[in-house]
């Protein structure tokens, strides 16, 4: 049954930028838009770069090594209609920002 894990604190990841976890054996990468957290799964499907070390361009992040693009909110890939990359909830209570997996 999934729950909720602490994996950070929220200044620890400033506004238009991400983090990678480790969580219960997988590598999460968080990032903040806007004042609002996201979290996916850190490797990129095309050839498994790290999406945590990637760009933002609001709730899109390029792969750092091809440019391959996925929607925060949604996993999505914008390159490949058949790619995609796991979303997990998240939510802030004071300071900690938590993933559900």
């Known amino acids: 049954m999934p729950q909720f894990h602490r994996i950070a604190s929220t200044s620890d990841i400033a506004p238009g930028t991400g983090k990678t976890v480790m969580l219960e054996g997988k590598t999460i990468a968080i990032f903040q838009v ?46 490949s209609p058949t790619a995609k990359v796991e979303v997990y909830p998240t939510k802030v209570e004071g300071q900690s920002i938590f993933v559900e997996i």
């Open 34 to 79: 806007n004042g609002k957290f996201h979290a996916i799964n850190d490797t990129c499907p095309h050839q498994h770069g790290p999406l945590g070390e990637g760009t933002l361009d609001g709730t899109t992040v390029a792969c750092p090594w091809h440019g391959w693009t996925f929607d925060l909110t949604t996993g999505k890939c914008g390159v």
